[in-house]
Each structure stands twice: as structure tokens, then as C-alpha cells.
């Protein structure tokens, strides 16, 4: 199909209706009646609820409805869906706190969800939650990751005396201890990684409309996951399945944050019951702050040992990870990311200690990466100090230490296993990408302007992938074009794009005759949704199986209609051929004939389509190598990233232009986190950085032009070969700008500084 085939930089489908305003958001949900419900959300970090007067809110003008916990307990709900399957240290299982979906007795955090309120118009609905009285009897709290597990510290629920909600270990403990005992030189060093939001573009929204007739939940809303969603969800309502269908439209991003059930989901379908009507919630900017699940938020103390040769022996982690006010569903899912740890690196012992601990803040969540950044933050700066101790290059330390490609498959001390991957020729391209003989001379030339400039790199690994499943169907019409149903979820990855370029180079057909379908639950058959890097994986290899299947029964059909056998057929670019005859049939052509029964085999039922599920039966482990250049103002400590050079391999491309726009965006999160973002709480518990005037975002004028090139090698554990991409960026930013900071600072006797990176704190570094 040339211009259209797997490999090529396909510019996107969806772009051109997006741009022109075509996008269909939640926001954009028009129901005939619609109605408008705000949330009343608690001011204190945490506090006793001794009561709650709705009267006066009730008598406002245009009020349907005013929900509090009590209307939820009638109607029956249950609570939001709270994971579990871990231990505490002592053996015992995990605590799981309640989840309500409206606060009860108490709250604890603000933004904590206490009444709902629905009106004709929003701005009444805002008016009626105001006249909510709501007498608080004010507690102590605790906002600090670092604090919340002391004995002093105020405690988030009652019974849970120690803040603590579960701890993982994982690695040789033993094997570590004896490794350190014999060690020739150790470095240490505890790492403070900050807390984030997602900021995402468009704000989280609900639209619920309940049908009387039929006893159905319907639900618009931003999710990733929206089968696995709607079985939750059935839950939370207590009805079957078939009861629940969710739609999720165009999404402006998510990166993990709206995979859950929030509070308003089941808030706005029981309203919709309650008042006979649409109801339709979205967040504000500002709320978004107070309720959106944040993320990251880990202290580290890490603890590298090596011989006397350089050569890594062992290593040692013990982290305290934030979890906030309530335990959402998927968070301990970070912990299988720990792998990370172990870095492109033949460490032979290592041992994780992580405690996930309660604070009176926003409940965290996975976060485009899910541990992956953190970890690889870690280990990277971990090489870099213990480069600085020994006073030896950093990249000749990791060459040292690189796992070769002759050692695949490689099992490394923690719980990875990679299948593939060429680390020090990733370094290597890198290296030259980035032009590093010049190095020293724009180092001088920096000098003479009055800027410090910063040379810093980061090899990356992650799990991507994960085993799991995915569905896809491909089905064609009678007039030949073609329909794409995916249970992978876009939410701005480029989805439409690579699955009809996937399909659409096998068939024979053009693009333009495809339709794309996700997020109904009505209308796609199977799904478990996008996250951690999988959709070409599992989605994709989803639509290469479905696609076979076509093909397949195609080539029975045109042997058919040839009266040949189909081992006489050709099939090349969509056509079917033969020898032995001049006639051709494309496989459009036969999705015309194959309604008519006449020209369909004996016992072959009519129609041309397939579904298929595919099964993933390990990770891939996508890697790669980035290389940061930045410059310094010596009198401000104000940061300009000059340069910014990366080689990755995610086996087999599909499409680099999306794949380069996945890298891109990545690294403007992660040299976000680096040098700018910030969540903080006072303390009492205030978020005050509740909005863009205190949260600073990345903005293009932040970055560089990125150079981004491909060292593929391809895995043999989907038939793809393709390794996922959509967190690689964010991975290797974190580590990178960092160490090129570090880098730019060591005249100074800076060896390390914390994020983010803000030029006060580096101004006050220099002059430390």
C-alpha cells in the first residue's frame, strides 16, 4: 500500500477533524433535558462531619436534587472499588479502607467529595452548594510521605495505628548483605521524588442518563479501560453488567490519571435516576487540583555497592510511596514496575524494601509511567554519584556494567527478564547523536555567554506489554469498506492511525474506506483498555490475528468463486492471483460477493469479518538512551534545555512519526517533573498550588527541537515484534535532565539536587 504501509510516517486520521473542531469530548454531550450537578467538597484536610443541612440548597432556585451519603446508602450503592492482594510487614494482609462515594462521617483530604448538587444550569447548582452548611470539627493531619509512618503522626484512618497500607519486598536480602559486606566502595544517597498532577488538557467529566424503561446506566466519560470499567461499575450499582454502557468519546489525555472510577460517575447516574434527567458533571480547572488523583510522591534512600574493578555487586532500596487519603483501584500496581531498578545493568543482588504509607491528601494513582520513572531515576542518578565518588566517566561506569546482548535472555536481580536489547550501542548512537567530542568546545563557548552548560544521560528499560489480553474485530460492510473495532482506548496516542494502517496495509485497502470504533461497550465485543505501554502490543497484535482470520477465509472464498484450490493462490497487496487463470479478486471484491451465499464454500457462513483476542504471554522491555544538554544562567539559575538526543529501541516501528510524537511528549513530562511541576500542601493540608498561577507547566518555549532515532531489535514475544513506547519518554527524562543539571552545577560541589529543578533552588545551590 506504500504510502499507507506498516513502517511509514502516517500522519494522523484524527487530526484533521480535531483541528477543526470535529472532537467529540464530554463536554460535548448535548442530552435532551440535561441537567448540571456540582460537588460540594470538603475545605479541611481532615475533619469529623457532625452534620449537614441541605434545607436551604434544596429551596434554591433551578435544584433537582441535593445527595449526600445518606441518598447513596438508599439507593443502595456500594462503595468505590478498592484493590487489595498484598501484605504488611508482619505477614498480615494489606489495609483496605472503605472508599464511600460521598464522605460520611468524616473527610480526609480537601477536595474530599461531601454533597452532590444538580440544577438546571451549573451556575445555580454552584449557588445551591454554597448554601450547604456543614458543621466540622477540625483534626490534626498528616500531608508529609516522609512523616505519615512515624509514630507522632496524626493518622489518617483509625484503625490503621501506623499509616501504613502494605510493603512489598522483593529481591535477596541475603544475598545483598554479603554482597556489601565485600563491596570496595559504597554509594548512598535518599532521594526526594516530588508530587505531580496530570494537568491533562481536557478536565475529567461524567454525563449519566438513566433509562426507567429498561433499568439502564448509561455513562459518557474520559476512561482508558472501559470494559473492565463497566464490570466495576456493575458493582458499585449492584446490577448485572448488561445494565452498564459506557461511551467514552475523544479524550484529551489521561497518562493513567482517569482509568478509575471516580466519585461523580455513580453520582451522576444516581441523579439521573433521582430527577428523571441527564445529568452532566465537569470538573473546573481549579477542582481538578483538589480532585484529581496526583502522583509520585516517594523518598528513597538507595545504596549502590561496588568491587574494586567498578563492577556493580549489589543493590539496596527502601522506599516510602505515597498513597494519599483512599487506596484507588490499580495503585499498588507500581510495585511490579520495581524491575526498573535493576536498570541495563548485570547487578547480580538486589533487594527492594517499598512501604506505601496514608497521607490527608489526593489519593495518588498511577502516572504515565507507574513507577517505571522513579525507579530509573534512582539507578541513574545512583550511576552518576557513584561515577563523581570514583571520579570516572559516567558513561565509561555503565559500560562497565551493561548487560550484553550475547547474555540474552537476561534475568536480572530483581524480577525482569529481557528478551532483547543492544544497551551500550543504544549509548553509543546516542553519543554521536548528541555530538559529544564537541562537548568540551560549546562548554567554553557557554562560558564566555554566562552560562553553565550541562551534559547529562540516562539509559532506560522498562516492562511494556504486560501479560494481559486485548480484542479487536474487523469487519467488512457489503459495499467492501471496512470497520475497525478496538478494546484499546486513544486518548491521544494515535490509535485510529497505526491499527488502520496495521489492517489496511494487509488487505489490500485504503484507509480512507476504514471506520475506526472504540470506547462503546455497546458496540465493541471485548476490551481491557490502554495502559503501561500495551496498545501495540496486545491491541495491535489483537488486529493482526482478526486480520489473518479475514484473509483466510477470503482465500477459501476465492478459491471458491476460481473454482481452484487456494494453495494455488497468490496474495500480495490485498489481491488474490493465480496462474491459472487471468482473473484476480481483491479482497474487497470478495467482501462484496461473500454475502451472497452462492459464492461462499459449503457450510461457510455469509459476510466477511473477525474477531480475535490476543494473549500476551510475557513483557517486552522497550530501552533506550537519552542524552540532555542544558545551559544555566549563572546569575538567575534559570534553566534552557539546548539539546536533547535519544535512541530507543521499541522493536519493530509502525509508525515513527506517532512514535516520535509519544517520545516527545514523554519528555516534556518528565523534564516537566524535573524542573518545574510541583504539588505542595501547607501544613494544615491546603493544596497551594491549586492552579496554573502556582503550578508551573511546561510550555513548547521550554524545550528544544528533539533528535529521537530508532536502534530496533525486535521481539520474538508478540508477531508484531513491537515493544510498547507510550512511557519511554517520561522514563528517561526524569534521570536525564537531572543529571545533566548536576552535571552544569559540579563546579560548584553540587552533587546532587532535588526536583524540581526551580532557578531559585539552583540559584541558592550555587551559592550554597
Known sequence: MGEFAIGQGVSRFEDPRLVRGGGRYTDDIQLPGLARGVVLRSPHAHAKIKSIDITAAKRAPGVLAVLTSADIKTAGYGDLPVPGGLKRRDGSAMYKPRY?????????????????????????????????????????????????P???????????????????????????DAA????????????????????????????GDYNPTDGRYTIYTPIQRPHPTRADLAKVLKVPESKVRIVTGDTGGSFGMKSPIFNETPLVLLASKLTGRPVKWISTRTEAFLSDAQARDNVTEAELALDQAGNFIAFRVKTLAAIGAYLQHAMPAFVLNAGTLAGVYRTPAMHVDITAVFSNTNPVRPYRGNGRPEAAYVIERMVDLAAAELGMDPTELRRRNYVPPSAMPFKTGLTFTYDTGEFEKNMDLALDLADRKSLKARKAEARKRGKLLGFGLSNTIERAGAPSTEGAEVRFDRSGSLILF?????????????????????????????????????????GEGTGGSRSATLAGSAFYL???KVVTKARAIAANMLKIEDTDLKFDEGVFSTNKTNRTLSVKEIATASFETANLPNGMEPGLFATAVYKAPVNNY?????????????????????????????????????????????????????????????ASGQLVT???????????????????????????????????????????????????????????????????????RIWRAMRG
Open 100 to 148: 464511600p462515594i460521598l464522605a460520611e462521617d468524616r473527610v480526609r483530604w480537601v477536595g474530599d467529595s461531601v454533597a452532590f448538587v444538580v440544577a438546571e444550569t451549573v451556575a445555580q447548582a454552584f449557588d445551591a452548594a454554597e448554601m450547604i452548611s456543614v458543621d466540622y470539627e477540625e483534626l490534626p493531619a498528616v500531608t508529609s510521605t516522609a512523616e505519615a
Open 546 to 548: 482478526a486480520t489473518e
Open 150 to 176: 512515624k509514630p507522632s503522626a496524626p493518622r489518617v484512618w483509625d484503625d490503621c495505628p501506623d499509616n501504613i497500607c502494605f510493603v512489598e519486598l522483593i529481591g535477596d536480602k541475603a544475598a545483598v
Open 622 to 682: 522497550p530501552n533506550g538512551c537519552h542524552i540532555c544538554e542544558l545551559e544555566i544562567d549563572r546569575e538567575t539559575g534559570k534553566v534552557e534545555i539546548t539539546r536533547y538526543s535519544v535512541v530507543d529501541d521499541f522493536g519493530t516501528v509502525l509508525n515513527p512519526l506517532l512514535l516520535h510524537g509519544q517520545v516527545h511528549g514523554g519528555i516534556a513530562q518528565g523534564a516537566g517533573q524535573a524542573l518545574m511541576e510541583d504539588i505542595h500542601f501547607d
Open 486 to 526: 478496538s478494546g484499546s482506548n486513544s486518548q491521544g496516542q494515535g490509535h485510529e492511525t497505526v491499527f488502520k494502517q496495521l489492517v489496511c496495509d494487509r488487505v489490500g485497502l485504503d484507509p480512507k474506506e476504514a471506520q475506526y470504533i472504540q470506547g462503546d461497550t455497546d458496540q465493541v465485543f471485548y
Open 180 to 207: 556489601f559486606a565485600r563491596a570496595a566502595h559504597v554509594t548512598r544517597h535518599r532521594f526526594v521524588i516530588n508530587r505531580v498532577t496530570a494537568a491533562t488538557m481536557e478536565p475529567r467529566g461524567a454525563v
Open 690 to 760: 491549586a492552579s496554573f498561577m502556582d503550578y508551573a507547566m511546561p510550555h513548547a518555549h521550554d524545550l528544544c527541537d528533539m533528535d529521537v532515532e530508532s536502534n530496533p531489535v525486535p521481539t520474538k514475544t508478540n508477531p508484531l515484534g513491537v515493544k510498547g513506547a507510550g512511557e519511554a519518554g517520561c522514563v528517561g527524562a526524569l534521570p536525564a535532565v537531572t543529571n545533566a543539571l548536576v552535571d552544569a552545577l559540579s563546579e560548584f560541589g553540587v552533587k546532587h539536587i532535588e526536583m524540581p529543578a526551580t532557578p531559585e
